[in-house]
């Protein structure tokens, strides 16, 4: 307003200037130019306003008798009225000029704005990570003061999943403005929904002119609210979820009181956030549905491969033990002595390969389903390949097993029941291929100082291409005359494999220089390699160790002394422990 | 082997594990006593005092260390637990409270009197003659002088190598657990530091089959995975 007045001042000196000074007849054209910049500026009211003032201004100023508002000649009258015409249609010409690139302004924003919303749910994972995205951006483009988004099939059950003000309580949702969905493309629809003490709703439809007022009315009807709503400092927007006609959940928004309800174009952004929303929740419910199918697919076509695969492997023990025991009961047959026991040893050795074969299985099951739980501990390897070379040997029959593991090998951080299981199937999966050949299990340092447990067998050995896939669930070996079975139930290798890597260790097929298959095991050792100084600290320690405990001795009934540092000591004797041992007792106090 | 003549409790709920178990001790020359469950167990127990008691833990009244506890109150009777596979820490409680020996389901006949043998074997004998010295083997240790030797060389051990032999002689054919060697040998405060048994029983191993050129000394004590180590002469 200010602007237009010293517009029309700057021009009425100006007009002074050309009409006394320059005499130049007719100075009422420049009148035009305030009228055009405050059509531009500030749209048609204020151009029609200024239009009028310019013709009063040069009436005034400039036509006969000057100084006062009449005009004497029909001449003047004319240009007088025709400058107010074109004045008015230029003011208003240049006010559509303002109001058309304010429109595209706004739907330039707006389309940036639901551009930028669905590259925020396109390149969320799943709707509980687009709902923030969605939420933030609400808040600046749709010029809100808080959006929130919940999620649940009604307002009582939904549950907060963003927020743009995260922490901040949230305002009482007694009254809100609902948008309706439907009508997100033409004129915005707010209805105001308020909870009535009797606890139902309280609706009422409003176009959206008349929706203020009406409101302000109904708040007059309703004392109690009222005192309420002078309470409540902000108003609330909500905007359903909806898909398929099912109500998900709400986009909410707030609003400062007494600001206007959104326009079409921030109703519109929120229209599409909720769309957006109530999408990428029906993408994540496919897609879980999905996973859950093929779980659930993998897990049966696990069972009925498992359930193939094993059967044989069940039935062919179990026939034998019912035939060597039927032969047994059989009162027809004297058996001798002998051959009672023979009897005897097979049902006792199918009954082992049974036994191993339900460890297998259930081992499988725990390696599928990622229940297996290793308790790792430190063992010397023999200690544990001893045991069960001894224990398959009648198995193993007649393949001779060589055992070869170094006296000064770092012990192994593992769990021996795992260690025990996979030597036991590559044991008898060797035993199975070897055909009576040789099968050696030697124990080495890697260079990395791991330790590397290999079986390996003198039998046809494994064609290079198949090694790779050895340790896949149900392969099996290629057939061969002569081998003493058809070979396993392919689950052998697998579980050697999944509890491998369950201690953190790992499986590697290869050719042995046997002329078989060798299998290496990699099993994991405890901490880092010992350095040579770590052995003198030790032993210095460990002296001195002694001797407190020595001295303890000596004083009388024995109080407990603790180890050595623990920090010192718990690191595993090296190979070279032998001779520092027999070093230390030397220096000690003994 | 000849090694019958004992009073033997079964107790075990699986009736043909039982029958088959009981008919063969039977055969072998003991007397057999079967239980079903833990109330018939301490009532036979009660009645028949049972040299060995031969226990099964998984039982359908009452869990089987309730056995265990009340014979150990009132008797040394070797108790040699079975428990499936996979029950590691049953094994190890059962053994802490005071059982000799434990066998993994299934077992085979054989192992059962192995483990019999060396149970009875162990009750039968003195722990130590009347110098106070333990023998197993080669092995022997007499605890006064703080003198081990192995065959008729001696060996150094420091105060602690020595404990833990003299523990696991002291318990010969016995399991001893790796907790219940650590309180032993180092105090209750260290009763979780397993890795420090296995340096230590490494060390001891090393020394002792460094003074017996035979090499049987190097086997005498033998790992039982998850649960611990016995010292044992076959």
């Given at each position: 307003m200010a602007l237009t007045v010293a517009g029309l001042a700057l021009t009425t000196v100006l007009a002074f200037v050309l009409v006394r000074g320059l005499n130049v007849p007719d100075a009422a054209i420049v009148y035009l130019l305030p009228v055009v910049a405050v059509g531009m500026l500030y749209g048609s009211w204020l151009a029609v306003g200024t239009s009028v003032a310019a013709f009063l201004i040069y009436d005034f100023f400039f036509v006969q008798p000057l100084y006062t508002f009449s005009i004497a000649s029909a001449e003047e009258w004319l240009d007088l009225l025709l400058f107010l015409v074109v004045a008015l249609a230029i003011g208003r010409l240049s006010a559509l000029q303002l109001q058309r690139r304010r429109e595209a302004e706004l739907r330039s924003s707006e389309a940036r704005a639901m551009f930028a919303m669905s590259r925020d749910t396109a390149n969320a994972a799943t709707a509980l990570e687009a709902a923030p995205l969605l939420a933030n951006r609400l808040a600046r483009e749709a010029e809100m003061d808080r959006v929130w988004v919940g999620l649940g099939a009604s307002s009582a059950e939904e549950r907060v999943v963003?927020?743009?003000?995260?922490?901040e309580p949230r305002p009482p949702l007694v009254s809100r403005w609902v948008l309706h969905s439907s009508s997100a493309e033409a004129q915005p629809s707010w209805t105001r929904v308020r909870d009535t003490p009797g606890g139902r709703l309280h609706e009422q439809s409003h176009d959206r002119a008349l929706a203020l007022e009406r409101a302000r009315d109904q708040a007059r009807d309703h004392p109690p609210d009222q005192v309420h709503e002078r309470d409540e400092p902000v108003t609330v927007f909500r905007v359903p979820i909806q898909t398929g006609g099912e109500t998900i959940g709400s986009v909410w928004a707030t609003r400062v009181?007494?600001?206007?309800?959104?326009g079409r174009s921030h109703s519109r952004l929120l229209a599409a956030a909720a769309d957006q929303l109530g999408q990428s929740v029906v993408r994540d419910r496919l897609a879980a549905d999905a996973t859950a199918a093929e779980v659930a697919r993998q897990g049966d076509a696990l069972k009925s491969a498992l359930l193939d695969s094993v059967s044989h492997d069940l039935r062919t023990p179990l026939s034998a033990i019912r035939a060597a025991a039927g032969n047994l009961m059989d009162p027809e047959v004297q058996w001798t002595r002998e051959k009672e026991r023979a009897a005897a040893r097979s049902i006792d050795l199918e009954a082992q390969r049974l036994s191993r074969l339900v460890r297998n299985m259930l081992d499988l099951s725990r390696i599928e389903g990622g229940a297996l739980h290793p308790s790792l501990e430190l063992y010397d390897l023999a200690d544990l390949v001893d045991p069960v070379v001894e224990r398959l040997a009648p198995v193993l029959a007649p393949a001779q097993v060589e055992v070869s593991i170094p006296a000064d090998l770092r012990p192994v951080c593992v769990d021996a029941i795992f260690v025990d299981q996979i030597l036991t199937n590559l044991l008898e999966n060797g035993a199975r291929y070897a055909a009576g050949k040789r099968i050696r299990v030697t124990a080495s340092e890697t260079v990395d100082e791991g330790v590397e447990l290999v079986v390996e067998d003198a039998g046809p050995g494994v064609p290079g291409p198949e090694l790779v896939r050895l340790?896949?669930?149900f392969y099996r070996g290629p057939r061969r005359p002569?081998?003493?079975?058809?070979?396993?139930?392919?689950?052998g290798l697998t579980v050697a494999r999944g509890l491998a890597e369950a201690m953190g260790g790992s499986v590697e097929a290869r050719r042995s220089q046997l002329g078989g298959l060798a299998v290496a095991v990699r099993l994991p050792v405890e901490g880092e390699p010992e350095a040579a100084e770590e052995t003198a600290e030790e032993t210095a320690e460990e002296t001195a160790d002694e001797t407190a405990d020595e001295a303890a001795e000596a004083a009388g009934p024995t109080e407990p002394a603790g180890p050595t540092e623990p920090a010192g000591d718990t690191e595993p004797a090296g190979p070279t422990e032998g001779s520092s041992v027999a070093a230390r007792i030397l220096v000690g106090p003994e | 082997m000849s090694d019958g003549g004992a009073v033997v409790l079964i107790v075990e709920d699986d009736e043909t594990a039982r029958v088959a178990i009981a008919g063969n001790l039977r055969a072998r020359g003991h007397e057999v006593d079967e239980a079903g469950d833990v109330r018939e167990a301490l009532r036979l127990w009660d009645c028949r005092r049972p040299d060995l008691i031969l226990l099964d833990?998984?039982?359908?009244?009452?869990?089987g260390q309730a056995v265990i506890r009340r014979v150990r109150r009132e008797a040394t009777t070797p108790i040699i637990v079975v428990s499936a596979r996979g029950r590691e820490e049953d094994r190890v409680a059962a053994l802490d409270a005071g059982a000799d020996d434990y066998l993994t389901k299934p077992f085979g006949l054989s192992e059962l009197h192995a483990r019999m043998r060396a149970v009875l074997r162990r009750a039968a004998g003195p722990e130590a003659d009347t110098e106070g010295r333990l023998r197993l083997g080669p092995v022997v240790m007499d605890v006064p002088r703080h003198e081990v030797t192995v065959g008729e060389a001696p060996v150094e051990l420091t105060p602690r190598e020595f404990e833990l032999l003299k523990v696991l002689l002291s318990q010969s054919g016995r399991v001893v657990t790796a907790g219940r060697l650590l309180r032993a040998v180092w105090g209750t405060a260290y009763s979780d530091e397993g890795h420090y048994l296995h340096v230590y029983v490494s060390r001891l191993r090393r020394k002792l089959a460094a003074a017996?050129?035979?090499?049987?000394a190097a086997k005498l004590i033998v790992a039982e995975p998850g649960v611990g180590y016995r010292i044992v002469a076959e």
């Open positions: 963003a927020d743009s003000r995260p922490g009181h007494g600001d206007p309800l959104p340790f896949e669930r002569g081998s003493r079975s058809e070979g396993g139930s392919g689950i | 833990l998984g039982l359908p009244d009452l869990d017996d050129p035979s090499g049987a």
